[in-house]
């Protein structure tokens, strides 16, 4: 079964920082293009960040720019995404998801919430 398994979400106060990471399983990780992907209430999934099996980044969704960055761990099958000088313009559901040419999957989500 493949598994997608978001955690490190939560509250926190805007300039602060957090580390999701995802946990994959039931597939081949290293041959697949990982995205953290977030969607806020009233406005369509968007991708966040993207990076290949080589640890390339694909690329940054302009409002993260300089503040994100993604990253991968093949041997312990996980993509991580540090969040940094975050801003209540931040706060989403996040989401990891796993391609591999017409395949993907995407794991539950797991809530960032940016607030004083």
């Known amino acids: 079964q493949v598994q997608l398994v978001e955690s490190g979400g939560g509250l926190v106060e805007p300039g602060g920082s957090l580390r999701l990471s995802c946990a994959a399983s039931g597939f081949t990780f290293s041959s697949a293009v990982m995205s953290w992907y977030r969607q806020v209430p009233g406005k369509e999934r968007e991708l966040v960040a993207s990076?290949?099996?080589?640890?390339?980044?694909?690329n940054y969704v302009d409002s993260v720019k300089g503040r994100f960055t993604i990253s991968r761990d093949n041997a312990k099958n996980t993509v991580y995404l540090q969040m940094n000088s975050l801003k209540p313009e931040d706060t989403a559901v996040y989401y990891c998801?796993?391609?591999?040419?017409?395949?993907?999957?995407w794991g539950q989500g797991t809530q960032v919430t940016v607030s004083s």
């Open positions: 998801k796993a391609s591999r040419g017409p395949i993907a999957y």
């Open positions: 990076i290949t099996r080589f640890g390339a980044i694909i």
